[in-house]
């Protein structure tokens, strides 16, 4: 029976049941967004217009253009800008720091930092030019792949969703983060400054950044002492296996 159970065959099914949620994360959060970016970045590589859907959708959401509608654009554009996400990540961070909570820190540096840089890379390596449909009311001088904006709503969501994902918040902070980062996007269409496939792709570079880091630096792993009336213990540096490997080496 044990030998049974030594099998490479059950090995792989009981790793298999053991880490399926993982192994779904990785799908669902990782390896799809990935191949979806990958999808559009071949085609604007190849193609500068992109896809046969990109000038239609803008046209249809510019059909909707009114002046109320203008000014709440030019508004709320605003809010996804970095400069404006980074004052939040900021004090986001100085909670972290107040509450002990190291891993998470680095988590959320890690993210937003990396976010960033990958953006500017990218539009530098693909230099796909903003669409020139009608004038825009806010009109952006570098390049449009993957649209900055979307990246940045969606890592800012991204963020936040993961650091609240074990708590009562998640929920609220899923709703709020889904309905900001689908009006960042709908600015920048109704501005005129992105394709459609621009935001596509901004939100699965995002998804698949902020998924993936979170798998490797586990902020939501904590040690905490359960005692009522009591705040618990700061977040650990180190994982109690991470200290055993360490103390092994040493």
């Known amino acids: 029976m044990n030998a049974e159970k030594r099998t490479p065959v059950s090995f792989i099914k009981n790793l298999l049941v053991a880490r399926w949620r993982s192994l779904l994360l990785l799908f669902l959060g990782v ?31 510019h059909s909707t253009a009114n002046a109320p509608l203008d000014t709440l654009a030019v508004v709320l554009t605003k809010l996804g800008s970095f400069w404006t996400v980074l004052p939040i990540l900021t004090t986001v961070a100085l909670i972290l720091i107040w509450q002990k909570r190291w ?4 988590y959320l540096l890690i993210t937003a930092l990396g976010s960033a840089f990958i953006n500017r890379t990218a539009k530098e390596l693909w230099h796909r030019l903003r669409p020139d449909l009608w004038k825009s009311l806010a009109p952006e001088l570098d390049f449009a792949f993957p649209s900055g904006h979307a990246m940045t709503s969606t890592t800012l969501a991204i963020i936040l969703l993961i650091l609240a994902w074990q708590t009562s918040w998640r929920w609220v ?52 002492v359960p005692i009522p009336g009591v705040q618990p213990a700061a977040e650990t540096t180190l994982l109690p296996e991470e200290q055993e490997k360490l103390a092994a080496n040493e």
Not at 36 to 61: C, H, K, R
């Open 103 to 106: 891993r998470s820190l680095v």
């Open 31 to 61: 390896y799809l967004p990935l191949q979806i970016f990958q999808i559009l970045a071949a085609q604007v590589w190849q193609y500068q217009t992109g896809f046969p859907w990109d000038v239609p959708v803008l046209l249809a959401v």
């Open 173 to 224: 902070v899923w709703i709020f983060g889904s309905l900001y980062v689908l009006t960042i996007a709908w600015t920048r269409l109704y501005l005129g400054v992105h394709f459609p496939s621009d935001i596509l792709a901004g939100w699965m570079v995002a998804i698949a950044w902020g998924t993936g880091v979170s798998m490797i630096i586990k902020p939501h792993l904590v040690k905490t």
